[in-house]
């Protein structure tokens, strides 16, 4: 018996589904930090978070993020990035940003704008220590009168 040809659509298909699923896989892999002079930027696949540091409020190290209900994002082993609502505050919709790459780790909460939060850590503990001092020493330059 003669075995079926697939048409060359389908063979194209499934080789652009894997492309982007691999490409989605390596941008939300881990998360991308760029400090500029005036802010942080914080990357990870497609959520990108701009906190510039004359808006910084307070930095804080956390051993567990509260409990929240996503809005969008995801989980995936010891990740958990997106945008989620916290349960405490369900009178007004404030949203928390959360990129957190090894959920086991200490995480940094930012509040920044008066009440916009931001819950981040990275895979390395060490470098997350290094960006919390880092965080903490802008915010004190700022806070300190010239």
Request: aromatic share 12%; with cysteine.
């Amino acid at each position: 018996m003669a075995a079926k040809k697939r048409h060359w659509f389908w063979n194209l298909l499934l080789v652009l589904t894997i492309i982007t699923c691999l490409s989605a896989l390596t941008m939300h892999y881990k998360n991308w930090i760029k400090t500029a002079p005036d802010s942080i930027r914080i990357v990870s696949g497609f959520y990108v978070e701009t906190v510039p540091y004359s808006e910084l409020d307070s930095v804080v190290f956390l051993e567990r993020i509260p409990p929240m209900e996503r809005l969008n994002g995801f989980s995936a082993l010891e990740k958990e990035k997106g945008i989620f609502r916290e349960f405490q505050d369900s009178l007004t919709d404030k949203k928390a940003y959360v990129f957190v790459d090894n959920i086991s780790q200490p995480k940094i909460k930012l509040v920044y704008m008066d009440s916009l939060k931001l819950y981040l850590n990275l895979k390395d503990s060490v470098e997350t220590v290094n960006l919390f001092h880092g965080l903490q020493e802008k915010l004190k330059m700022r806070m300190t009168p010239n």
